[in-house]
């Protein structure tokens, strides 16, 4: 359990806040001691409530949660389209824990929120870290064949693209800010030298809600409910996302 903890509060920076986790936690320990020592049962709801209320007070007398969280208010909180004739490329992941497979997804869009590109794979992995880890590799992976395929052809730009990952800890990783873990060495390692191989790529942190779209595609993929052909032709729920973070219209659903 408590590994588990911290590995999702490592992994995922706008998670609950550990403090009303560790709230949470802390009534429903309350509750059970009540309940087998003293015959005393509270219902969830009010668990719940004097959790919220015990987690108010304590960011209320907490400066230093206060500016943490004002941080995190500053990030973008749907996905914006980089500026022509810039490419975005966001990567996911949906993991399971256990022997089950995970899945990774990417997605490269445009300054019209146009799918330029993307993939969706399954994999194992051991922990989210990995999976996600392992979805930006996959993601540098395509866009480095991408290069190739343009070299010697002049007449198309080769155009920059930022990548972008809402897992802090593999961007601080990746960038070199972290040390890796030694399991991971080889994989970030490899990541690493696969950004540096590219022309004009770039990796930063985003808020989860920046990248709904390609959220969407890794878990439709885990549970077998992605078309082959969602690239070309997105289905209703992604359409709908895509719509919604970009000027494309609902009404008109093209053929990419």
Known sequence: MDKWLAEFFETKLNSPA???????????????????????????????????????TYQRWNPRR???????????????????PYLKLNVDCSWVEGDAPSSIAGMLRDSNGIIVDGFA???????SLQAETLALLHGLYMLKQREEKQVGQVHKQRRCVLCESDCRTLVQLIL????????MKDQVQDCQMRLAQ??????????????????WI???????????????????????ILCSESNLSFHVKPTF
């Not at 206060?66 to 022509?84: C, F, G, Q, S």
């Not at 794979?121 to 922990?127: C, I, L, M, Q, Y």
């Not at 070199?176 to 399991?183: H, I, K, L, Q, S």
């Open 18 to 56: 550990e403090e009303l986790v560790a709230e949470v936690l802390w009534q429903v320990w309350k509750n059970r001691n009540n309940q087998v020592f003293r015959d005393r049962k509270s219902s969830t709801k009010a668990i719940i409530e004097t959790s919220l209320a015990q987690n108010h």
């Open 66 to 84: 206060r500016k943490e969280t004002t941080k995190m208010a500053n990030l973008p909180v749907k996905w914006i389209a980089p500026e022509d």
């Open 121 to 127: 794979t399954e994999v194992h992995a051991s922990s």
């Open 176 to 183: 070199g800010r972290e040390e890796a873990p030694w399991a």
């Open 198 to 215: 590219l022309t004009n790529a770039s990796l930063a942190y985003c808020s989860r809600e920046a990248k709904s779209a390609v959220d």
């Open 218 to 240: 890794a878990k439709a993929h885990r549970r077998k409910l992605l078309p082959s052909m969602w690239k070309r032709n997105p289905p209703n729920p992604l359409w709908t």
